[in-house]
């Protein structure tokens, strides 16, 4: 029987990854992500799933971020009994980030019912299915060969994009490679290795969030530098939105490497955010999957992720507290779009003030919060409140976990033939187009953009 390759999920759209593969008898699911885009997409979160939960025989994920393990919890309350392989890091971010999905989940279903936004609002899984999926939870290494049911095998190799992300290598019973490449990383970013090189196989799966875009060059050390000597001189403080995963303990680091440069006045730094502070010692105990870099500094006792002045903010009380506290210092905390969070309750407290600077370090969806505010609005609506806007608004565009286009093209050729079919998934349409056209033209591929629901025969 020849294996099939069906697309669930990240289909031009960026969220949502789920790919079932068939092979031999059985049912191989590569992800299993929650919708976060548009509505109509995130709908899709509370309908069955359009296969059989129970009639998959395993999962394989390839890292901790929501659109890519998210429905986990949902896919075992709805009847799977497999195992969910993962590398070790992941499963140290599962364990955090799973639990707290779940009770936004619940909190989110609250507000709708309270509010009358939707009648009976359900949570699509709540805590306690969260910590029931995490059982079925197993770790596999990198660079260890596994069998898979149906005759198939696999092996992770490292994708660079945050801790404990791997590329998928699925060998197929007859023999060809399968390379579920997950989200794709950059070269020479700071604390992790960077992505493998991969020199071939029959067939690619591969993102395009930047599939039409470059990174800035902007040297993020330099913006951070500007934005602190600001503070100091002007006894500002910074707040930073900033994701839990990935993108908090890149700041640290940062943080870190000015102040051993002597670049860095003496200000304090707040990590408010209890998943942030426990997502950074996942980071730091990760010690196999560190760079050299970060190596180097852990021999020579030096703490990376642990700029001085760094302070942990765990608490409600002492996270309200620091409304009120005067600068210079910095304030890190979460949602990094600021649509979330406690960075919402700091925002509101200070953006009327012209001694508040807002740092944004990440992509500011349509209809956000951040959106708004880098948009240059005057006034911001927070928890129904106008808020005028007196603050300095910055943005650092230098920072991605993402591979962008001239960086995936650079990873892609080092192939020394071509595969069968390139899938492209995981990017807006627009992204997806151009990714295609300049893999035909410079590297001469045939590639797909698989629909939602397409299946496709991995054979001649
Ligand atoms: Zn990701």
Same mark, same amino acid.
């Given at each position: 029987m020849?294996p099939?390759l069906?697309?669930?999920?990240?289909?031009?759209?960026?969220?949502?990854s789920?790919?079932l593969?068939?092979?031999g008898k059985?049912?191989?699911l590569?992800?299993?992500?929650?919708?976060?885009?548009p509505?109509?997409w995130?709908d899709?979160?509370w309908?069955p799933?359009?296969?059989d939960?129970?009639?998959l025989?395993?999962?394989?994920?390839?890292h901790a971020?929501?659109?890519?393990?998210?429905m986990?919890p949902k896919?075992?309350?709805?009847g799977?009994?497999?195992?969910?392989?993962a590398?070790?890091?992941?499963i140290?971010?599962a364990?955090i980030?799973?639990p707290?999905?779940?009770?936004?989940?619940?909190?989110?279903?609250?507000y709708?019912?309270r509010h009358?936004?939707?009648?009976?609002a359900?949570?699509?899984?709540?805590?306690r299915?969260?910590?029931?999926?995490?059982?079925?939870?197993?770790p596999v290494r990198?660079h260890?060969?596994h069998? $898979?049911?149906?005759g198939?095998? =696999?092996?992770?190799?490292?994708?660079?994009? &945050? @801790?404990?992300?791997? %590329? /998928?290598?699925?060998?197929?019973p007859n023999g060809?490679?399968?390379?579920?490449?997950?989200?794709?990383?950059?070269?020479?970013?700071?604390?992790?290795k960077?992505?493998?090189?991969?020199?071939?196989?029959?067939y690619l799966?591969?993102?395009?969030?930047y599939g039409?875009?470059?990174?800035?060059?902007?040297?993020?050390l330099?913006? $951070?530098?500007e934005?602190?000597? =600001?503070?100091?001189?002007?006894g500002g403080? &910074? @707040?930073?939105?900033? %994701? /839990?995963?990935?993108r908090?303990?890149?700041?640290?680091?940062?943080?870190r490497?000015l102040?051993n440069?002597?670049?860095?006045p003496?200000?304090?730094i707040?990590?408010?955010?209890?998943m942030?502070?426990?997502v950074?010692q996942?980071y730091?105990?990760?010690?196999d999957?560190?760079?050299?870099?970060?190596?180097i500094?852990?021999?020579e006792?030096?703490?990376?992720?642990?700029p001085?002045?760094?302070n942990?903010?765990?608490?409600?009380?002492?996270?309200?507290?620091?409304?009120?506290q005067?600068g210079p210092?910095?304030?890190?905390?979460?949602?990094?779009m600021?649509n979330?969070?406690?960075?919402?309750?700091?925002?509101?407290?200070?953006?009327?003030?012209?001694r508040t600077?807002?740092l944004?370090?990440?992509?500011?969806?349509e209809?956000?919060l951040?959106r708004?505010?880098i948009?240059?609005n005057?006034t911001?609506?927070?928890y129904?409140?106008?808020?005028?806007?007196?603050?300095?608004i910055?943005?650092?565009n230098?920072?991605s976990?993402h591979?962008?286009?001239?960086e995936m093209?650079?990873?892609?050729?080092?192939?020394?033939t071509a595969?069968?079919?390139?899938f492209i998934?995981?990017?807006?349409p627009?992204?997806?187009?151009?990714?295609?056209e300049?893999?035909r033209?410079?590297?001469?591929?045939?590639?797909?953009i698989?629909?939602?629901?397409d299946?496709?025969?991995?054979?001649?």
């Amino acid at each position: 029987m020849t294996p099939t390759l069906s697309f669930y999920g990240a289909t031009r759209t960026v969220t949502g990854s789920k790919h079932l593969l068939s092979v031999g008898k059985a049912e191989v699911l590569i992800d299993c992500g929650l919708f976060q885009g548009p509505r109509a997409w995130r709908d899709k979160n509370w309908e069955p799933f359009p296969f059989d939960p129970t009639k998959l025989d395993a999962v394989v994920l390839t890292h901790a971020h929501a659109d890519h393990l998210g429905m986990i919890p949902k896919l075992v309350k709805d009847g799977y009994k497999g195992p969910v392989y993962a590398t070790p890091a992941t499963i140290g971010l599962a364990k955090i980030a799973l639990p707290d999905s779940g009770r936004l989940q619940e909190e989110e279903a609250r507000y709708h019912n309270r509010h009358g936004l939707r009648s009976g609002a359900q949570p699509i899984y709540d805590e306690r299915d969260a910590f029931e999926s995490l059982k079925r939870f197993k770790p596999v290494r990198f660079h260890e060969r596994h069998e $898979l049911p149906g005759g198939a095998n =696999w092996v992770y190799k490292p994708a660079g994009h &945050i @801790l404990g992300s791997a %590329f /998928a290598e699925i060998g197929l019973p007859n023999g060809e490679l399968l390379m579920m490449s997950g989200d794709l990383g950059r070269f020479n970013t700071p604390i992790i290795k960077d992505p493998e090189i991969v020199d071939y196989c029959d067939y690619l799966v591969i993102e395009s969030t930047y599939g039409d875009r470059l990174h800035s060059k902007e040297n993020p050390l330099e913006k $951070l530098e500007e934005c602190l000597q =600001w503070a100091w001189q002007n006894g500002g403080t &910074i @707040l930073i939105p900033s %994701f /839990a995963i990935g993108r908090t303990q890149e700041l640290l680091y940062y943080f870190r490497e000015l102040q051993n440069a002597g670049r860095m006045p003496r200000i304090p730094i707040y990590v408010d955010s209890p998943m942030a502070t426990s997502v950074t010692q996942v980071y730091a105990q990760a010690r196999d999957e560190h760079d050299d870099e970060m190596k180097i500094a852990i021999s020579e006792g030096e703490s990376s992720l642990e700029p001085m002045g760094l302070n942990y903010i765990r608490d409600r009380e002492q996270s309200k507290a620091l409304n009120k506290q005067t600068g210079p210092q910095v304030i890190i905390s979460g949602s990094g779009m600021a649509n979330g969070g406690r960075i919402k309750h700091h925002l509101k407290a200070r953006l009327g003030n012209e001694r508040t600077l807002v740092l944004f370090t990440g992509f500011q969806a349509e209809g956000t919060l951040g959106r708004d505010l880098i948009g240059g609005n005057p006034t911001v609506s927070i928890y129904g409140e106008d808020v005028p806007v007196a603050a300095k608004i910055e943005k650092m565009n230098a920072l991605s976990a993402h591979a962008d286009q001239g960086e995936m093209l650079h990873w892609l050729s080092f192939f020394k033939t071509a595969p069968k079919k390139t899938f492209i998934v995981h990017g807006e349409p627009a992204a997806q187009q151009v990714l295609a056209e300049k893999i035909r033209q410079e590297l001469g591929w045939h590639t797909e953009i698989p629909e939602f629901g397409d299946r496709y025969e991995l054979g001649n």
